[in-house]
């Protein structure tokens, strides 16, 4: 089970960051990473954070975005700085092996809500 908390409504420049608790006891040997989807488009992964915390980006959040992770809390964080319009989507978090993942082994959570307004 995933649950994503943290998303609201901010101003274009502004900041915040998204966490997500994940159930089970194998999260530290997985890949995770963060999924949005946008009203009419499909979900894309924006970042992907390996078990030993290595970091990858998609293009468009590059030197905006902070993945993280806290294994002894089953929690992986995203810090999103510099938020654009273009960022308003739904953010889910599930596991990633690859940039090109579109899904991952858990059934998706209820995602949070990210709208940024200019």
């Known amino acids: 089970q995933l649950v994503e908390s943290g998303g609201g409504l901010v101003l274009a420049g502004g900041s915040l960051r998204l966490s997500c608790l994940a159930s089970g006891n194998i999260f530290r040997i997985l890949h995770m990473g963060w999924y949005r989807q946008a009203p009419g488009k499909g979900r894309e992964l924006v970042a992907l954070i390996t078990s030993n915390g290595n970091a990858n980006y998609a293009d468009s959040v590059k030197g905006r975005f902070t993945i993280s992770r806290d294994n002894a809390k089953n929690t992986v964080y995203l810090e999103m700085n510099n938020l654009k319009p273009e960022d308003t989507a739904v953010y889910y978090c599930?596991?990633?092996?690859?940039?090109?993942?579109?899904?991952?082994?858990?059934?998706w959570g209820q995602g949070t809500q990210v709208t940024v307004s200019s």
């Open positions: 599930n596991t990633a092996d690859t940039m090109t993942a579109i899904r991952g082994i858990y059934d």
